[in-house]
T-cell receptor, first 114, second 112 residues
Framework: NAGVTQTPKFRILKIGQSMTLQCTQDMNHNYMYWYRQDPGMGLKLIYYSVGAGITDKGEVPNGYNVSRSTTEDFPLRLELAAPSQTSVYFC?????????????FGQGTRLTVV | KQEVTQIPAALSVPEGENLVLNCSFTDSAIYNLQWFRQDPGKGLTSLLLIQSSQREQTSGRLNASLDKSSGRSTLYIAASQPGDSATYLCAVYTGANSKLTFGKGITLSVRP
């Protein structure tokens, strides 16, 4: 059971470069989320999606973009990377049919911008 | 805006001790509350989910309670073991589309 899979696990970017963080889930979950985790700051919501074709901003969306063309995939795009985007990024998913089931998280992508 | 607080930020206890981790939230209009465990350099592992209609959930040595009216949840760990050493995060589901808001976590160290 793969669950939520994130790639890559680690990445070093230079300032101004772009990259896409991949997230795939095989549980047919309709809701998907992207969080970033900074030391001592907890997890902050970047973007989320309630289904294919539907995305919305979270608490800290600036500098990021997302798309949701399929139920399984929810990539996070960083344009013009900045040192402030150095963080650990987590993707999560859950199934919501009105009963608010639990969220499952990927193993994270550790990104350093130099 | 929902805010989730977990105090203290770190806790060290001897092996075998029963302990309680606290979580408080400012907006009592939550759907669910979920406790996670995070090991260093790893992702989040779900421990317990308490739905808003429930008062508590149990899994093995773990028991989580929820008091929506007071904006509090506790995670009780019985007979702690060194393997319980990790960061424990509390998250609440609130608002449209039930977004999760996280506390900063409590880093637990269980000494042999």
């Amino acid at each position: 059971n793969a669950g939520v899979t994130q790639t890559p696990k680690f990445r070093i970017l230079k300032i101004g470069q772009s990259m896409t963080l991949q997230c795939t889930q095989d549980m047919n979950h309709n809701y998907m989320y992207w969080y970033r985790q900074d030391p001592g700051m907890g997890l902050k919501l970047i973007y989320y999606s309630v289904g294919a074709g539907i995305t919305d901003k979270g608490e800290v969306p600036n500098g990021y973009n997302v798309s949701r063309s399929t139920t399984e995939d929810f990539p996070l795009r960083l344009e013009l990377a900045a040192p402030s985007q150095t963080s650990v990024y987590f993707c999560a998913s859950r199934f919501d049919d009105g009963t608010n089931t639990e969220a499952f998280f990927g193993q994270g992508t550790r990104l350093t911008v130099v | 805006k929902q805010e989730v607080t977990q105090i203290p930020a770190a806790l060290s206890v001897p092996e075998g001790e029963n302990l309680v981790l606290n979580c408080s939230f400012t907006d009592s209009a939550i759907y669910n509350l979920q406790w996670f465990r995070q090991d260093p350099g790893k992702g989040l592992t779900s421990l317990l989910l308490i739905q808003s209609s429930q008062r508590e959930q149990t899994s093995g040595r773990l028991n989580a309670s929820l008091d929506k009216s007071s904006g509090r949840s506790t995670l009780y760990i019985a007979a702690s073991q060194p393997g319980d050493s990790a960061t424990y995060l509390c998250a609440v589901y609130t608002g449209a589309n039930s977004k999760l808001t996280f506390g900063k976590g409590i880093t637990l160290s269980v000494r042999p």
